[in-house]
């Protein structure tokens, strides 16, 4: 009997690699789908390359969906300065991108469908995040309505099940997992900025690295050419 297929969308950072991780130790044959939307961290990409080769993931789809013609974020668009003050509490930063994972999910439930797919495993996070209104648990169930309205298999009954295994977890808890299901950590890519090294200032970074600490594996972040600046947000 074939195992069930879950769609992973695997952007080549931490989140996304240890929900790739979690998806195949739940039992599903994965199918990975990258994004190119213009983001300044497209050395991500070859993260999730790397990750999904790591993995045993044969399939994988990379699309080109440029949010960067009309930028309105800090990593779509080099004219918006890249904030590097740290978390600040109930405030938004400028690298939420607008729509970023409407349009993912989106595309997400059309692969869903076309393969016959159960599950789709998002990476995302409420916990120690940046803020992002699409990153809520409220989105999320949101989202898995319109799916049961929006496609022939939800109106069959059939739609995938929208499944987000970190959307509680610390992201020192992350760390741990995905140590656990063997997420090769090295490998994957979260610095905001698009250089050839982490910056270790931009908010992804800050929040790497204190997890990479809270967790005992602040040598991780070094194994990828990155320097623990601070551990503080």
Request: hydrophobic content about 45%.
């Amino acid at each position: 009997m074939m195992p069930p297929i879950a769609i992973v969308l695997l952007s080549g950072g931490l989140d996304s690699a240890t929900a790739a991780a979690q998806a195949i130790a739940d039992g599903y044959r994965i199918i990975a789908l990258s994004l190119n939307y213009g983001q300044r961290h497209v050395r991500e990409l070859l993260a999730a390359k790397q990750i999904a080769a790591q993995l045993g993931i044969q399939e994988h789809f990379i699309m080109v969906v440029n949010l960067a013609q009309w930028g309105g974020s800090s990593l779509t668009d080099q004219t918006v300065t890249m904030p590097h003050d740290g978390v600040q509490t109930n405030v938004i930063p400028n690298t939420y991108v607008p729509g970023r994972n409407t349009v993912f999910i989106a595309i997400a439930l059309s692969l869903a469908e076309a393969k016959d797919a159960d599950a789709i495993y998002l990476g995302i996070n409420a916990v120690d995040y940046s803020g992002y209104p699409d990153c809520r648990p409220a989105y999320l169930e949101a989202f898995q309505h319109l799916a049961r309205l929006s496609s022939k298999a939800g109106l069959e009954g059939n739609a995938p099940k929208l499944v987000a295994p970190l959307v509680m977890d610390s992201k020192a808890d992350i760390v741990r997992r995905a140590l656990k299901l063997g997420v090769p950590i090295a490998q994957t890519w979260s610095c905001y900025e698009g250089k050839e090294e982490p910056c270790g200032l931009c908010d992804s970074c800050r929040i790497r690295d204190r997890a990479l600490i809270e967790a005992g594996h602040a040598a991780l972040a070094t194994a990828i050419g990155q320097t623990l600046h601070s551990p503080s947000l």
